[in-house]
């Protein structure tokens, strides 16, 4: 055996060897949600936050169904709840192919949070803006 096979496999890296940089699992913030940027990236829940700080969090794996109709919004159907979105603009275009309802059925939709008055002032027409978040106890 020559001494460099060996040296492979004894010598431990060089402390000032370049590191692989950690994933990051942030979120593009969309106004009203959140949006995971990588082609393969998914979320494995949902965050729903609501204007008072009540926070519910749900798995994607649970979700039966979801349902979007223009003039009711959007519902989530959970064994045993129902959660209705309502808003304006929940399925138009954030940005170039990014959408609210589209990204909750391919799991790319981290949170949704409820919009303040101010907010609805400052979005354009064509953006989502997310006016409530209901769900059933």
């Not at 692989?20 to 979320?43: N, Y």
Request: hydrophobic content about 35%.
């Amino acid at each position: 055996m020559t001494d460099r096979l060996l040296d492979k496999y004894t010598k431990r890296p060089l402390a000032d060897a370049p590191k692989p940089e950690p994933e990051t699992d942030e979120a593009e913030d969309c106004g009203c949600f959140g949006w995971l940027r990588g082609v393969r990236e998914r979320s494995i829940m949902l965050e729903l936050r609501k204007k008072d700080g009540h926070i519910l969090a749900v798995g994607y794996s649970w979700l039966e169904r979801v349902e979007f109709d223009p003039s009711e919004g959007i519902t989530l159907h959970l064994p045993g709840r129902k959660i209705k979105i309502t808003g304006s603009g929940l399925n138009s275009d954030a940005r170039p192919t990014v959408r609210l309802f589209d990204g909750i059925i391919r799991h790319r939709v981290p949170w949704i949070r409820e919009a303040d008055r101010s907010e609805g002032l400052k979005t354009g027409e064509q953006a989502a803006l997310v006016e409530g978040i209901q769900w059933d106890e």
